[in-house]
C-alpha cells in the first residue's frame, strides 16, 4: 500500500504507525500522489509523540536524522526515513554503523547530501541591504533548509533584520531584530539602499582582481561553487 504524508514529522511519524506491518508499504509526500490505490494520512499529535518517544528510547539522535531527511530534496526521501526508522524499530537500537545495509547506506547518504548543502550554503548566501536597512537574500537550496541557515545569519547577524527567500520552495525567513519566523512568500520586490550599487560594484571589482585569466580552472571552480548556486550570488551577476 501507498501511504501519503504532509511532510511533517508528525505526518510523517503517523504515516509510520499506519505502514507498520505492511512489508511493501511505500510512503510519499501528497502532492506525489501516484495514480493507483493510496491511503491520505491525516496527521495524529498523539500518536506521533508517543512513536517519538520510543524512538528517542530506542536512539536518542535519530530524530534529529529524520529531521534532516524529512528536509532532504532527494526524489523518494520519505521512503528512505521510512526503511532508515523501520531498521532501527525492528532491531531495537541505532543501526547508524551498519553501513552495509542498503537502507542505512541511503540514509546516511542524504544525511550527508544536507549537512554538506548546509555547509556550503553559509558561505554562499548574498545579501543586499534595501533601502528600509534590513538585509534580503535570495536562495534557492537543493533541501528544504532556510530556517536552519537563518538560525546560523541570526547568530552571526543578530543586529540586522534579513530576510532569506527560498524562491523554489515560496517561503522565507524572517529575522526583525527579536524573532525569528518561517513566512509563505512567492515574489519579493526590494528597493536596494542608496550605497548597495556602489557595494556590489567594488565586491565584483575585488572578484575580477583576484581571478587570473590565465590560471583558469574552470572544472575545479565548479567542484567547489556548482554552476546552480551561482543564480543569486552578487559576483556573477
Known sequence: MIYLTDGTRDGFL???????????AVLLPKNKRPLGPCVEIVPDPKRAQKALCRFRELDGGCMRELD???RCGDEGHI???FR????????????RGMLSHPDVLKAEQALRR????IDRMKGFVRFSESASGALYAPLSPDNDIVDILARHF????PEYPFVLHDVKRKKAAVWDGEHLFLAPLEKAEVMLSADEDGWQTLWKTY???VNIPSRERLRQQRGY???RYRKFMTEFQ
Open 207 to 209: 572578484y575580477s582582481a
Open 68 to 70: 534532516r531527511l524529512l
Open 14 to 24: 503517523t504515516a509510520f504507525l499506519a505502514a507498520w506491518g505492511d512489508e511493501e
Open 114 to 117: 544536507v549537512a554538506h548543502e
Open 225 to 227: 561553487l556548482p554552476v
Open 154 to 157: 541570526q547568530k552571526r547577524l
Open 79 to 81: 521512503q528512505t526515513a
Open 84 to 95: 532508515y526508522l523501520l531498521l532501527i524499530a525492528k532491531r531495537g537500537g541505532p543501526v
